[in-house]
């Protein structure tokens, strides 16, 4: 523990002192200082592995925590783990089935089609029906994907979170902690690379997710073969679509871009309004549009569950935005946990207003 503790320290403390020129040590602007820091932050924890990597993907969702230059920095690590040898892979498959992998598919493909921080992804074919808990039965020669959880990665995880509860600890009676709760924020990402590790927790989500939105025509996810299934392996129908940095190509070929843009923000509220949970990582890798002219939600990894009492606070905050109530807005922000300094809260109640 007190080796991997001095080298979580001293991997930051070298990039960090790497960046003193590109920061003039300490001399140059603002926003230039915060980019040498941010790109610092970001190669440490590419380097030091997939609680960091993971720790990177969670700030670069935050900016209402952190800078926009290590918010933007780290967006680049949402594809920045190499992929595994395929061998790893066929371990974890064949520990959790007593099976090779030829066994359980009629095709599995050794070359993977994504790799993550915390699991890897290989396509496969089904070698029989399979019928899903909702939604019509995957034929015999479907093609799926087949999500593995990285061997070895939930034990070197929690033993990296139990270092970083104890660098958060010092970090929060510091001054840098007047701009972020650092124990809050860890205890958040602890709660969500604890389901991500249980590929099981993902399934159920996106089985509840396509019941949920059964009537809707417009909004699909993955159906689940439980049959091929563990806590560190997941089997489910593999979409085909375009990412939303590739809509041009969508365009081309029929797609009503700017109609599934306006239904997708219809999704999203009756996600949160109506249902209480939600797809929390919503980048442009877990939102495909598909040749059927729908939106396809993938990766439920990590999601989002409000209170019946929270889910009113939203409403609240929504009905004063749009009857430029700004009290309204003040306080039930600040039931929802936001807060407003006081130096800023003319301004904030002038903007409402307006």
């Known amino acids: 523990m007190a080796s991997r503790t001095s080298t979580i320290v001293w991997t930051t403390t070298r990039h960090l002192l790497a960046a003193l020129p590109r ?174 590790l249980d590929l099981r927790q993902e399934g159920r989500f996106a089985d509840r997710f396509r019941f949920d939105f059964r009537d809707d025509e417009k909004v699909v996810a993955p159906r689940i073969v439980w049959s091929r299934s563990t806590s560190r392996v997941l089997t489910m129908e593999f979409i085909r679509g375009w990412r939303l940095t590739g809509l041009e190509e969508a365009r081309a070929a029929g797609v009503d871009c700017f109609g599934l843009a306006v239904h997708g923000a219809t999704a999203f509220m009756r996600q949160v309004f109506v249902y209480g949970r939600y797809h929390a990582d919503l980048h442009p890798a877990n939102i495909f549009v598909t040749p059927e002219n729908t939106i396809a939600y993938l990766d439920f990894g990590i999601v989002g569950y409000l209170t019946p009492e929270e889910r009113m606070n939203i409403t609240q905050v929504m009905a004063a935005l749009v009857y430029r109530d700004p009290e309204r807005a003040l306080t039930y922000s600040a039931r929802l946990g936001v807060h407003v300094p006081p130096e800023h809260i003319d301004a904030v109640r002038e903007g409402l207003g307006a």
Not at 70 to 77: C, G, H, I, P, Q
């Open 23 to 196: 920061a003039r040590f300490g001399l140059a602007p603002a926003a230039v200082r915060r980019a040498a820091w941010a790109r610092a932050f970001r190669l440490s924890f590419e380097k030091l592995g997939p609680a960091f990597v993971k720790l990177g993907q969670l700030i670069s969702v935050r900016p209402d925590e952190f800078s926009e230059q290590l918010v933007a920095e780290m967006r680049s690590m949402q594809d920045a783990v190499p992929a595994l040898p395929v061998s790893a892979i066929r371990a974890v498959i064949e520990a959790d089935f007593g099976a090779a992998p030829e066994e359980l598919f009629a095709t599995f493909e050794d070359t993977p089609l994504a790799s993550a921080s915390i699991a890897q992804v290989h396509r496969a074919t089904l070698a029989a029906p399979y019928r899903p808990v909702w939604g019509e039965v995957l034929p015999a020669g479907g093609d799926v994907v087949v999500k593995v959880v990285r061997p070895g990665a939930a034990g070197s995880i929690r033993a990296d979170l139990a270092i970083a509860r104890r660098l958060a600890e010092r970090i929060a009676r510091t001054r840098i902690a007047r701009r972020f709760d650092p124990l809050a924020l860890l205890d958040e990402f602890a709660e969500t690379l604890d389901r991500e």
